[in-house]
Protein backbone atom coordinates (compact mmCIF):
# COMPACT_ATOMS: atom_id res chain seq x y z
CA UNK A 1 0.00 0.00 0.00
CA UNK A 2 1.50 3.33 -0.80
CA UNK A 3 0.96 5.95 1.74
CA UNK A 4 0.20 9.71 0.39
CA UNK A 5 1.65 12.82 2.05
CA UNK A 6 -1.57 13.97 3.13
CA UNK A 7 -2.73 10.69 4.68
CA UNK A 8 0.63 10.08 6.49
CA UNK A 9 0.59 13.73 8.01
CA UNK A 10 -3.39 12.94 8.99
CA UNK A 11 -2.61 10.02 10.79
CA UNK A 12 1.11 11.10 12.37
CA UNK A 13 0.35 14.54 13.33
CA UNK A 14 -2.68 14.88 16.62
CA UNK A 15 -5.49 16.95 15.17
CA UNK A 16 -5.91 19.00 18.01
CA UNK A 17 -4.11 20.69 21.59
CA UNK A 18 -4.99 22.56 24.69
CA UNK A 19 -3.87 26.32 24.44
CA UNK A 20 -5.87 29.25 26.19
CA UNK A 21 -9.03 30.35 24.36
CA UNK A 22 -9.99 33.92 23.71
CA UNK A 23 -13.82 32.38 24.48
CA UNK A 24 -13.49 31.25 28.21
CA UNK A 25 -10.00 29.54 29.85
CA UNK A 26 -9.01 26.23 27.87
CA UNK A 27 -9.94 25.23 24.58
CA UNK A 28 -9.01 23.04 21.91
CA UNK A 29 -7.63 24.07 18.78
CA UNK A 30 -6.92 22.26 15.12
CA UNK A 31 -3.14 21.88 14.88
CA UNK A 32 -3.98 20.71 11.26
CA UNK A 33 -6.66 21.10 8.57
CA UNK A 34 -9.70 19.04 10.02
CA UNK A 35 -12.18 17.76 7.06
CA UNK A 36 -15.88 17.71 7.26
CA UNK A 37 -16.47 14.80 9.30
CA UNK A 38 -13.68 13.50 10.63
CA UNK A 39 -13.86 11.83 13.88
CA UNK A 40 -11.46 14.24 15.80
CA UNK A 41 -11.32 12.78 18.96
CA UNK A 42 -13.36 10.74 21.82
CA UNK A 43 -14.19 12.00 24.68
CA UNK A 44 -12.87 9.69 28.05
CA UNK A 45 -13.39 9.64 31.26
CA UNK A 46 -14.62 7.62 34.41
CA UNK A 47 -17.84 5.94 33.65
CA UNK A 48 -20.17 7.03 36.80
CA UNK A 49 -23.97 7.21 37.45
CA UNK A 50 -26.02 10.61 37.75
CA UNK A 51 -26.54 9.83 41.75
CA UNK A 52 -22.39 9.67 41.88
CA UNK A 53 -22.08 12.75 39.55
CA UNK A 54 -24.32 14.63 41.86
CA UNK A 55 -22.49 13.72 45.31
CA UNK A 56 -19.34 14.90 43.65
CA UNK A 57 -20.72 18.05 42.25
CA UNK A 58 -21.82 18.79 46.00
CA UNK A 59 -18.62 17.21 47.54
CA UNK A 60 -16.29 19.50 45.29
CA UNK A 61 -18.14 22.93 46.68
CA UNK A 62 -17.88 24.26 43.20
CA UNK A 63 -20.30 25.27 40.71
CA UNK A 64 -22.75 23.20 39.01
CA UNK A 65 -21.88 24.73 35.79
CA UNK A 66 -18.19 23.42 36.34
CA UNK A 67 -17.99 20.15 35.50
CA UNK A 68 -16.91 17.92 32.65
CA UNK A 69 -19.56 15.71 32.84
CA UNK A 70 -21.02 14.05 29.24
CA UNK A 71 -24.53 12.83 29.93
CA UNK A 72 -24.86 9.37 28.11
CA UNK A 73 -27.87 7.68 26.45
CA UNK A 74 -28.10 4.99 29.13
CA UNK A 75 -28.35 7.34 31.88
CA UNK A 76 -24.91 7.43 33.16
CA UNK A 77 -22.12 9.86 32.65
CA UNK A 78 -18.40 10.34 31.17
CA UNK A 79 -16.46 12.30 34.28
CA UNK A 80 -14.01 14.14 32.51
CA UNK A 81 -12.55 15.64 35.47
CA UNK A 82 -11.29 12.20 36.10
CA UNK A 83 -8.75 10.17 33.95
CA UNK A 84 -10.30 12.26 31.22
CA UNK A 85 -8.29 13.87 28.09
CA UNK A 86 -8.29 16.79 25.76
CA UNK A 87 -11.77 16.58 24.91
CA UNK A 88 -12.60 17.68 28.37
CA UNK A 89 -11.47 21.53 27.12
CA UNK A 90 -13.76 21.91 24.06
CA UNK A 91 -15.71 24.74 24.54
CA UNK A 92 -19.14 25.75 23.89
CA UNK A 93 -20.74 27.80 20.75
CA UNK A 94 -23.75 28.19 19.46
CA UNK A 95 -22.86 27.72 15.53
CA UNK A 96 -20.50 25.12 16.27
CA UNK A 97 -18.11 23.47 14.17
CA UNK A 98 -18.21 20.26 15.82
CA UNK A 99 -20.69 17.65 16.90
CA UNK A 100 -20.64 15.30 20.19
CA UNK A 101 -21.92 11.40 18.84
CA UNK A 102 -22.39 8.66 21.50
CA UNK A 103 -21.32 5.43 19.71
CA UNK A 104 -21.92 2.06 21.27
CA UNK A 105 -21.50 4.16 24.36
CA UNK A 106 -18.65 6.02 23.38
CA UNK A 107 -18.23 9.90 22.96
CA UNK A 108 -16.44 11.14 19.72
CA UNK A 109 -16.19 14.73 18.74
CA UNK A 110 -16.34 14.91 14.53
CA UNK A 111 -15.82 17.75 12.67
CA UNK A 112 -19.31 19.33 10.88
CA UNK A 113 -17.12 21.14 8.84
CA UNK A 114 -13.50 21.81 7.31
CA UNK A 115 -11.81 23.18 10.41
CA UNK A 116 -8.66 24.77 9.35
CA UNK A 117 -5.12 24.61 11.64
CA UNK A 118 -5.09 27.00 14.46
CA UNK A 119 -8.97 27.45 14.55
CA UNK A 120 -10.59 26.74 18.15
CA UNK A 121 -13.03 23.42 18.08
CA UNK A 122 -16.48 24.25 19.77
CA UNK A 123 -19.71 22.35 19.95
CA UNK A 124 -22.87 22.82 21.31
CA UNK A 125 -23.44 21.93 24.84
CA UNK A 126 -27.31 21.91 25.02
CA UNK A 127 -27.34 21.07 28.66
CA UNK A 128 -30.23 19.73 30.36
CA UNK A 129 -31.25 21.55 33.54
CA UNK A 130 -34.31 20.61 35.02
CA UNK A 131 -34.67 23.36 37.62
CA UNK A 132 -36.42 27.07 37.05
CA UNK A 133 -34.40 28.89 34.67
CA UNK A 134 -33.92 32.05 36.79
CA UNK A 135 -32.35 34.66 36.03
CA UNK A 136 -28.96 33.64 38.20
CA UNK A 137 -29.07 29.96 36.33
CA UNK A 138 -28.96 31.76 32.83
CA UNK A 139 -26.13 33.80 34.33
CA UNK A 140 -24.62 30.72 35.52
CA UNK A 141 -24.40 28.78 32.10
CA UNK A 142 -23.86 31.96 30.04
CA UNK A 143 -22.36 31.45 26.39
CA UNK A 144 -19.58 33.60 25.40
CA UNK A 145 -19.18 32.34 21.89
CA UNK A 146 -19.28 35.88 20.23
CA UNK A 147 -21.33 34.25 17.12
CA UNK A 148 -23.97 36.68 15.15
CA UNK A 149 -26.67 34.36 16.21
CA UNK A 150 -25.47 33.50 19.53
CA UNK A 151 -28.04 32.36 22.27
CA UNK A 152 -26.31 33.94 25.54
CA UNK A 153 -26.66 30.81 26.95
CA UNK A 154 -25.39 26.90 27.24
CA UNK A 155 -28.86 25.52 28.42
CA UNK A 156 -31.14 23.67 26.08
CA UNK A 157 -34.43 25.35 25.68
CA UNK A 158 -36.92 23.93 28.35
CA UNK A 159 -39.49 21.76 26.67
CA UNK A 160 -42.63 23.12 26.71
CA UNK A 161 -45.86 21.17 27.98
CA UNK A 162 -48.79 21.29 25.46
CA UNK A 163 -52.08 22.77 26.65
CA UNK A 164 -53.95 20.09 26.65
CA UNK A 165 -51.46 18.60 29.55
CA UNK A 166 -50.69 21.52 31.34
CA UNK A 167 -55.09 21.92 31.68
CA UNK A 168 -55.36 17.92 32.84
Known amino acids: MTTTKSSKSKTSTPPCKVQLSPVHGNGVFATRKI ?3 ERIIEYTGE ?10 TEASDGPLNHTFYFSLDDGNVIDGGSCGNDARWINHACEPNCEAYEEDGRVFIHALMDIDAGQELNYNYAL ?11 AAFACRCGAPG ?6 APKKRKSRARAAA
Open 47 to 56: RIDWPEALRR
Open 128 to 138: VYEPRHTKAVK
Open 35 to 37: EAG
Open 150 to 155: CLCTML
